[in-house]
T-cell receptor
Framework: KNEVEQSPQNLTAQEGEFITINCSYS?????LHWLQQHPGGGIVSLFMLSSGKKKHGRLIATINIQEKHSSLHITASHPRDSAVYIC???????????FGKGTLLTVNP | EAGVTQFPSHSVIEKGQTVTLRCDPISGHDNLYWYRRVMGKEIKFLLH????????ESGMPNNRFLAERTGGTYSTLKVQPAELEDSGVYFCASSRENYGYTFGSGTRLTVV
């Protein structure tokens, strides 16, 4: 069992829909990261959080430390949001990341 | 500020050959990481530099992989000799302490 589990693995939505991607982890962490990778593109860091909630534009990330669970929400989804969304956690003093397998999001117009 | 730069972006080599990947981190970022994604799997940690020192190389697959970070600036990852299972996308990332990561665009390595 992977230390970081994401669900769903694949998600197809219609433009305008509210999207939720979930991440559960089984290890102690110092921070949780949400990353985005467009097809053929590099990895972009969306959020780094250790508690509570962060918002950037139409993206919202929440984390529940007690339940070891995080969610990434996208409001008013758009085809340009189509990408792989990756959850990763860091723990300890060297900040190396342990990754989930990613969620492939496709938003249709 | 300039981002993390990796090159080449793609490399196709034959089994048994040598390949060297390069990563130029953001200036001033002491932490430099190498990660790898092989087909169908999650991205995995390879190693971590703090300045020029290897802080953690627990993810390096075997002794065919050699990473260096000259003077605490750019880093190279050499695979010698390459095997088929080394194919994948190699990502470099840098950070300043725990302020979050900046990733490079990756090098797609194909060993045939």
């Amino acid at each position: 069992k992977n230390e970081v589990e994401q669900s769903p693995q694949n998600l197809t939505a219609q433009e305008g829909e509210f999207i939720t991607i979930n991440c559960s982890y089984s290890v102690g962490i110092s921070a949780l990261h949400w990353l985005q990778q467009h097809p053929g593109g590099g990895i972009v860091s969306l959020f780094m959080l250790s508690s509570g909630k962060k918002k950037h534009g139409r993206l919202i990330a929440t984390i529940n430390i007690q339940e070891k669970h995080s969610s990434l929400h996208i409001t008013a989804s758009h085809p340009r949001d189509s990408a792989v969304y990756i959850c990763a956690v860091s723990g300890g003093s060297n900040y190396k990341l342990t990754f989930g397998k990613g969620t492939l999001l496709t938003v249709n117009p | 500020e300039a981002g993390v730069t990796q090159f080449p972006s793609h490399s196709v080599i034959e089994k048994g050959q040598t390949v060297t990947l390069r990563c130029d981190p953001i200036s001033g970022h002491d932490n430099l990481y190498w990660y790898r994604r092989v087909m169908g799997k999650e991205i995995k940690f390879l190693l971590h530099f703090v300045k020029e020192s290897k802080q953690d190389e627990s993810g390096m697959p075997n002794n065919r992989f050699l990473a260096e970070r000259t003077g605490g600036t750019y880093s190279t990852l050499k695979v010698q000799p390459a095997e088929l299972e080394d194919s994948g996308v190699y990502f470099c990332a840098s950070s300043r302490e725990n302020y979050g990561y900046t990733f490079g665009s990756g090098t797609r390595l194909t060993v045939v």
